[in-house]
């Protein structure tokens, strides 16, 4: 389990830090999550391929407006070209939900100070109370494992938004033009994706030549610059991170 930083808490389609009072805005502002502007990333826990918010991100905020917005369930959001799906922690079992599970994860205070913060405040959930659609458990409080339900309507300065984001799969096809990463068989390759078949993937790799090893067995140059790679010794290929 890590912590990451990336990302920036949208407001009216402008960046802000996080950390924001809803109550204090009028119109109900849209809110979502959007490219990493600096000085205001978001730090995440990276827990079983899921990244969960340190913290609440907004509070003073209803279930109500975080629905309206379409932050309940899953909506698709890109974060320095990478597609997430953005939720809220969800049950796993009865009585069990992530937020428990991330922190079964970890041990003792080093979990509560360093990876799950609440800051005695509670975090939505998906997860209706008793079978009440109107009524929505909460997580946090200044016990970690603290648990309180309120209306969908309700919107306390106790009650915020701690979003997950679900990474979305990208298809290799959609990565042309992109700097990737070609993890081979025989080692690494990073270059820009120019086309992919169901044979070879080629790559525009300008200024650099990949090792003679990887090269004989892994891929061919095609001219300076450019490689095809041979897709059976391909395991996977990933965008490169930002930087």
């Not at 974060?79 to 003792?108: C, F, H, M, Q, V």
């Not at 799950?116 to 970690?144: H, P």
Request: charged share 25%; hydrophobic share 35%; with cysteine.
């Amino acid at each position: 389990m890590e912590l990451k930083t990336f990302g920036t808490l949208y407001v009216r389609g402008k960046p802000v830090n996080s950390g924001r009072n809803y109550s204090l805005y009028k119109s109900r502002p849209e809110i979502t999550l959007g490219d990493t502007n600096p000085g205001k990333g978001i730090t995440w826990v990276e827990w079983n391929g899921l990244f969960v918010a340190h913290q609440n991100l907004v509070y003073a905020i209803s279930w109500y407006d975080l629905n309206i917005f379409g932050l309940i369930s899953g909506k698709q959001v890109n974060i320095d070209g990478r597609p997430y799906n953005l939720r809220l922690i969800d049950k796993i079992a009865d009585d069990y939900d992530e937020w428990d599970a991330i922190l079964d994860s970890t041990e003792g205070c080093y979990r509560k100070a360093v990876f799950w913060d609440s800051k005695g405040k509670y975090s939505w959930t998906q997860t209706a109370w008793e079978g009440d659609s109107t009524c929505k458990i909460l997580r946090g409080g200044t016990e970690v494992r603290d648990r309180t339900s309120l209306s969908i309507y309700d919107a306390p300065k106790m009650a915020g938004w701690r979003p997950v984001l679900e990474p979305v799969k990208i298809r290799l096809c959609d990565m042309q033009g992109k700097r990737v990463k070609v993890d081979g068989k025989f080692g690494d390759v990073q270059g820009i994706l120019v086309s992919c078949t169901d044979y070879d993937i080629v790559l525009a790799i300008p200024g650099e030549t990949p090792e003679t090893a990887i090269c004989g067995r892994f891929c061919v140059k095609l001219k300076p610059g450019l490689y095809a790679l041979d897709r059976s010794m391909v395991k996977s290929v990933d965008l490169e991170e930002s930087t």
